[in-house]
Every structure is written in C-alpha cells, then in structure tokens.
C-alpha cells in the first residue's frame, strides 16, 4: 500500500541531512532501470532522488580547484543525506541502499565506465524536480543545472511525486554556446567525446596514456591490462577510494537481520 504519509518524513529527513531537493519516484516509472534496481536491491519499490546544490560563486571562480572543492562538499551532501534516509528506512523495517551518482558503473566494455546503472537526470525528471535542459542536464527552478545527484533505492512503497505539466529550460541557448569545445549541440544533445574529453582532461585517458607510456606496449600482458577493464577499475578504486571488493565476512550476520522485504512503520 502506498505511503503518503511516510514518504513526508522521508523528505523531511533528506531536507535536514544535506538535500536542497528531493522527490520520489516509482521503480515501475523507470522501466529502463527497472531490472538492474532489483539487481542492487531485490523487491525495490522506491527510488528517492536528492539534489544539492552548488555555489554559483565556487564553480564560477577562476580558480578550478575552488569549483573542484565545492563539488567534493555537494557530492558529500547529497552522501550525507542519502544514507541518512536510507538509515531511516532501515530503522522501519525497509531494506534500503544509499547511492551516489558515480557507483555502481560498469567499467568493463562497452560502457567503459561513462554510464551509470541509473540516470538520475531521468529519475529527476520523473519525480518532479525538473526538466531537461539544452545540455542535457537536469534543470531546476531554485539552482538551474548547479546541483548535484544522489538517492535511494527502497522496499518501502513511498507516495510518488510526479514529473512537471511545464518545462524549466526557458532555452536561451546560452549553455551551448558557452561550451569551449562546441560539445553542446541543443536540444539535450551532447558529444561526450568532447566533453569528456574537456571536463576529465587529467582523468582516466590522461591515467592510460601515462601507463602506456611507461610500458610502451612492449609486454603483452601489459598491453592487456592497460587496454581491458582492470585499469578502469583501479581508476575508479582510486576515485572511490574503495580498496576493498569483498565483504563476506562482514555480511554472514548482517544480512539475517534484514528482512527480505517491506514490512510497517
């Protein structure tokens, strides 16, 4: 049965843990998603998205490692919101999973660690906390496209919110034109070659060149390494900073404590 009522003292809790924003949306309104949210958390139901926003004046400075900072600080709110839900949800009863927007990704080919198992720009679309913009990014009334993403995936059957009657983009066009490597075409169209290639400039290509350079391809098993997943996968461990890819010692008890699916609050 949906929980209208529940759903408020989730919002509630998002919204004084870190979140500026944050809707719901039903698993079954994200179909593309539907079978890899069961995959991370069997018998999903719910998926709240957070938002929190930037500073304009951080991201905006001449200074890039001031943007870098402030983007480190959003990230770490939508964090400290996410899980903070996801603790409250736990506290009823509900299995749930915090998630940030770079966690889980594929890193393997083709996706090559450049899509996520969820977009959270279409979550956000869909439980209403705005529209797409001309650079394909969610766009919002109070903070345009300086927010960041996270949320929650969850057993609890949450009262939903829904997607806006109107569009946010008034599409001046001004964001495809400011693009220094003409990566924004409009219309939410982006190339990401350029665009990666511009925004993670000294990210994993730069990494792969400097290894390559190192090795010049002179080994074979090198060259397999450099040129398969397991370099994307050590990027992304340092990204993370997650050292660690086994947990069974620690999930044999914590996992009877967990109900398998929903029950009341």
Sequence with gaps: MVNH????????????????????????????HEERISRILPYSLSVVVIAARHSLAAISSSNNQMAQFDTIHTYNECARSSH???????SGGFPSIAMPAFIPIDMQHPGKGMRGEICWRRAGVRAGLGSYGENGLLVTREFGSAIRLAGVLTTADLGPDH???KDVCDHCGKCVSACPVAALSGNGVINKKLCGGNIFKYGFRFFQKFVEGLYQKSDPEITKIIAGHELREMWQTFMTGNYYYCYECQTQCQAKSLPNQQSKI
């Design 5 to 32: 009522e529940l759903a408020k003292k989730v919002k509630d809790v998002a919204l004084a843990h870190g979140a500026d924003l944050v809707g719901i949306v039903k698993v079954a309104d994200l179909p593309e």
């Design 84 to 90: 903070t839900v996801s603790r409250f949800l736990e």
């Design 163 to 165: 997607p806006l009657e």
